[in-house]
């Protein structure tokens, strides 16, 4: 036993050093040459090919695979987010401040300070660019840094160590390297072996903690746990089951190992892999179909980042964090002709993803995607023709590594025209009346879509914009579930007392019950920024006696809120209300207030209770609904640093100030919400579940504002024959 | 004065005959011809050509304007509905029926008798069509009688005479010439002529009456209101406020007319044309954009009813009262290649549309558009490019006129793919792992789509087949909204005190505040007749002390459904439920229990008191879901006999009986429900507004049915170019 035990431990060092080898080779934390970090293929784990054949090389416009050269970006608009040269200039500058120069330290986020607001929108094309900034989130000494760096003197101009619970998000390299760590523990390798998986197959996943208490306090912990990737991609469907590594996020220090699964097989890996190269066959359902713009798209971006397509114009940028960020908003009023302000800036501020498994191996995972991973850092390059259609047009994004140095990620966001068939308006005159008409309007949208994988996840965000004035955000669900290892292989081994937490997905694999809530930030802007909240209650209201042969009808009444806690809306089924954002100082010529309404959609409520600790961390997902003074402090609806946070800077307690909010700057808070108990369709992967709210002018126009579209009319339309390269 | 007043009579008798002329003329229920009755171009009123410019003849498979010949049409399947050649022969055996022998009588509906069910499940291709029925409804000698014909043996073999309170959905004879009733009236005319209309301009809606106690008893009845077409198409927003003429249905006598509203000015007719040929400019802001499809559509009809598209098949036919009936709906295994029972049939059953304002003119606008005005009668011709995408496929309804005389309803349904750059799934590696993969599937869909014209709205009913086994059903409202007239111009002249019942518009318009609640009946077959329905309520659970840091989680409590009551639904928030319809005799291979789930939306509920007569005969919407056992009289929720009636034949009388429902043969009812408080942007037209729901496979496959779908390669898409006729 003993000479078996020391080939085994051999073996093992062999393979812990192989991996090292492997994760340091790879690791994006470690570039030896700044120049190949702007080239996607020398980058190739976080700008990935396509894993299938390309025919031929796409030649258009919007030509994803031109790829931009960055190096000579410069910023035109006070929005831009930093470029190269500007993020270089920032790593120069931090690297020589006083706080960094004797130290390790990490920058987890290096982004654009955006410019005061009233500066942003006293800014036009022409004018100088206000100074640029950037604000820096870094880790020294084991304390969590803000700092603003002045880019014009090169000075470091604010700099304030956190004094509040949480850490900042991670770096993606912290993220990496952190999966490897348990393979410094020889007791992790001899139960990982002992289960049957050569450490050869491991792939490791770093989960937040999230915060329970003083087991979490005073270190920055993250938990591992691993899966067999052996004969398959989808080593999610693999898990090895009940075995949790605590690491130290600073040290990468193992701090203990929970080993509790061992009678649970990992499950089979037979038609899990969802790869198309790994499909044995493969049905061609459906033929070829394609959205066509003979005269090509009519959106068109200037400066790289200000978007115009039919009556909108907006700023988009990618961010590290929220993912996208839209801003100033327009609209044309078709009226005057006149651009009107919407909404000053729009952005995924959180997401919180609470798995319903109290047992050891589960009860943490309590993700905040945006503020623990880093909601745009997760966005992968988008596929052409399949994540957005032909004629789109792909954004980079370019951020900075944790030693500052600047990389692209190339085609993480598409901008698209969608025509799926739908109607934008239509009224045939009928048989009653018998008139000869029938006018109808094809309806013809701009998407903005990303699309970020966190692990297992994948999260689309679609931003779209109707002519009609109308702007949908949508949140689509797909990826692969995260599943659980289970001794049962049938519903018939089970005791009907034994609570599965999930579903029997397959054979030892349980699908976990868990929610998404997905809460955006939104910093409305109706033609200016003072604005008002109003709920339009419907009201069920009864008639007088003799004053009509009805009893009953609904009832319009306005109650504007007049402080924060009136503003705090648990939607109501059976008493239900419009939610109007207004311009108190702007009427319609009929004497209307000129508004947007928040038209709820996805409306799953949190129902874990309020003093669960993950509830008090997700605080923010209380109400569907907040408004809020507009405060540059309060983007992140679950706090700037949300990493095992204990919940104290969170929506919930901005809100629970009460402040004044009548006629004021406002935030708009929405939370799209999802509960989801999965089922046997979501195995191996999920077709994707979507939910959508949407912002909608009511008394905004002082008309319909699209009547003046003509329809399509035969010879609009292209002239298409197939590829003669097709199959 | 005493002359003015015979010129005036004068002036009013010959305008009045004049119209009366031009009524009859264009008066369907009139045909000389009944060859001419097939034929399109010479049935103008419901058979309209687009009011604008085709530059060229669409030349497709799908080529909408190619004609059918229905006059050969022969049934061939057990659920095709009737041929002309039938419809002919009921009307001759009808003709010949004692009953109408020596009396004048109308045919309110003439469909075929579906042969039971078990019957059409065990007819296959090949089989002789079991005997073809027609189930007519007719009115003749002040009652309402229901009759079998047997179009084998040319027999009636049932007659029966109505005895509930209701009466039948009215002819497009009725409803067209009631309009001009109120013209025999002088004062009628009178008034109309003193508030500045000219006769000529003038256009009436016969407004179901609703039931409201004893004045609306013992015969039938139909309020007429009108407008002023002058100097617009768009006549609906130019309302005669107050003036309401009772007119008795049968005898069209006026009964009475009120006349409230004379202060109240006819509102502007200036920018409410909203014919494209009526602007005298346009904005061209989105150039052209199409669906192309280098190898065709991908589905194919079969026998001119059996639509088999990708993993589905399914019937589908028009229906004079639901619009479109989709029939042994089946999904393909991919597992096993079995066609799998789904839904038996699907259809819309009613709406109810009650608006908000208890005052004299509107209070009885309580519509039940399906079964008052017959919801297919009402759709009209789809307009292709525009109501349906190039490559669709368009659907001929045959239905009977008044006297039983078949006419052709063509292009009333259209089929076609869908695409408009949406993901069915994707999964990238995320950096984490930092793996090349990058693995996404484009979502192409199949809609079956109708567009009903009930008057000034537009209903855009789509049932839409997604690959993954989702059934969406979405309903559209566009149109025109119904406009109120008012003295007011501007807001800041109404006391704040004061109920509009809706939102001033423009000026002297006001759009009052309405609901919409359209009921589908969905007659479940999951792998069978006899299925259950489950409620699989997601209820907090809390952990015991020292169980776990969580204090809270949710869990999912399986409660099947074993009485009516136990399925009478209404949605809650707060308390949130699955609602499965499984088949309880039949599991998958880990042992779950096979299903579809019904996945809510557009979850608007009434408020108008239960007591309310209008509540009591929209009952039907008390609840979002019920479920019932399959009963085949049970069909149309507000009741066979819907127009008039009193509430007791409804779906909440049938589910009040309290039967038993588990492991029965199953029906499920859904409400979509919307609220609508108009705002500007509705005037002069509404655009789209949509909300669906879905049937969802939930454990119905053993796993993901769409995983060995290929994704979209270059040479896949075709290759374009503008049509050189292009502007």
Request: aromatic letters at 10%; one cysteine or more.
């Amino acid at each position: 036993m003993e000479g078996r035990n020391l080939l085994r431990y051999t073996f093992l060092l062999f393979f812990t050093l192989l991996l090292l080898l492997f994760t340091l080779s790879n690791l994006p934390s470690l570039p030896s040459n700044k120049a190949a970090l702007l080239d996607c293929a020398a980058y190739s784990p976080w700008c990935t090919s396509k894993n299938r054949i390309q025919s031929k090389k796409p030649d258009s416009l919007h030509n994803p695979t031109r790829r931009r050269r960055h190096s000579a970006d410069v910023p035109r608009h006070p929005l831009d987010p930093l470029t190269v040269t500007e993020l270089n200039k920032v790593q120069s500058i931090i690297k020589k401040y006083d706080l960094f120069k004797n130290t390790a330290y990490a920058l987890h986020s290096v982004v654009l300070e955006e410019p005061e607001k009233k500066v942003v929108l006293g800014w036009k094309k022409g004018d100088a660019l206000p100074p640029r900034k950037a604000a820096v989130v870094a880790r020294a000494g084991g304390a969590s840094h803000v700092l603003t760096v002045d880019l014009g003197s090169g000075e470091v101009t604010r700099h304030e160590e956190s004094r509040t619970s949480g850490y900042p998000t991670m770096t993606l390299e912290e993220m990496t390297s952190v999966t490897w760590a348990p393979l410094a523990s020889a007791d992790f390798n001899r139960t990982v072996v002992d289960r049957g998986v050569d450490l050869a197959d491991l792939a490791c996943l770093p989960i937040s903690t999230g915060w329970f208490g003083k087991s979490e306090e005073k270190r920055r912990l993250i938990k591992v746990q691993c899966y067999s990737t052996k004969d398959t991609a989808n080593f999610y469907m693999r898990p090895i089951e009940g075995l949790t590594v605590l690491v130290d996020l600073d040290t990468k220090q193992v701090v203990e190992i929970t080993d509790q699964g061992k009678n649970i097989p990992i499950p089979n890996a037979a038609n899990t892999d969802y790869r198309f190269s790994a499909q044995n066959s493969y049905q061609r359902l459906i033929n070829p179909i394609s959205i066509e713009q003979p005269k090509g798209p009519s959106f068109t971006i200037e400066d790289d980042h200000l978007v115009k397509w039919a009556n909108w114009e907006f700023h988009l940028k990618p961010d590290p964090r929220a993912g996208v960020v839209v801003s100033q908003v327009r609209a044309v009023d078709p009226g005057t002709g006149e651009m009107r302000d919407v909404m000053y800036k729009g952005l995924t501020s959180e997401l919180f993803v609470p798995y319903m498994d109290p047992t050891d191996a589960w009860y943490f995972k309590t993700y905040m995607d945006a503020g623990e991973y880093g909601f745009g850092l997760q966005a992968m390059p988008l596929d052409p023709l399949n994540d957005c259609p032909r004629n789109a047009y792909y954004m980079d994004g370019v951020f900075a590594a944790g030693d500052g140095t600047p990389y692209v990620r190339s085609d993480m966001v598409c901008v698209f025209e969608s025509y799926g068939g739908d109607i934008g308006w239509r009224h045939s005159e009928s048989p009653i009346t018998g008139m000869e008409i029938r006018e109808v309007r094809p309806k013809v949208t701009l998407v903005v879509r990303m699309a970020a994988s966190v692990a297992n996840y994948d999260y689309i965000v679609d931003w779209e914009f109707q002519t009609d004035g109308l702007i949908r955000i949508k949140v689509g669900l797909s990826g692969i579930l995260m599943v659980k290892g289970t001794p049962y292989s049938n519903m018939d081994q089970i005791n009907t007392q034994e609570t599965l937490y999930g579903t029997l997905l397959s054979e030892n694999v349980i699908g976990v019950i868990h929610d998404h809530y997905i809460t955006f930030y939104l910093d409305m802007e109706i033609d200016g920024s003072d604005n008002s909240f109003v709920k339009v209650n419907l009201e069920r209201e009864y008639t007088s006696p003799g004053e009509s042969p009805r009893m009953s009808y609904l009832k319009a009444v306005r109650e504007v809120a007049k402080t924060e806690k009136d503003a705090q809306i648990k939607l109501k089924l059976y008493d239900p209300s419009e939610f109007h954002v207004i311009n108190p100082a702007k009427k319609t010529r009929v004497g209307n207030p000129v508004g947007y309404k928040v038209v709820p959609g996805g409306t799953a409520a949190s129902l874990i209770d309020v003093n669960d600790p993950p509830q008090k961390r997700g605080a923010f997902t209380n109400n569907q609904i907040w408004v809020t003074p507009y405060n540059d402090t309060e983007q992140w609806a679950g706090g700037l640093f949300v990493y095992q946070s204990h919940g104290e800077d969170t929506l919930q307690e901005w809100s629970n100030r009460d402040r004044e909010i009548e006629n004021k700057d406002i935030v708009v808070w929405y939370t799209l919400g999802f509960h989801h108990i999965p089922c046997q369709e979501d195995f191996p992967i999920m077709p994707t579940v979507s939910s959508s709210f949407d912002l909608k002018p009511v008394n905004f126009f002082e008309r319909n504002p699209i009547l003046k579209i003509p329809p399509n009319f035969e010879n609009d339309l292209p002239i298409c024959k197939a590829d003669s390269a097709a199959a």
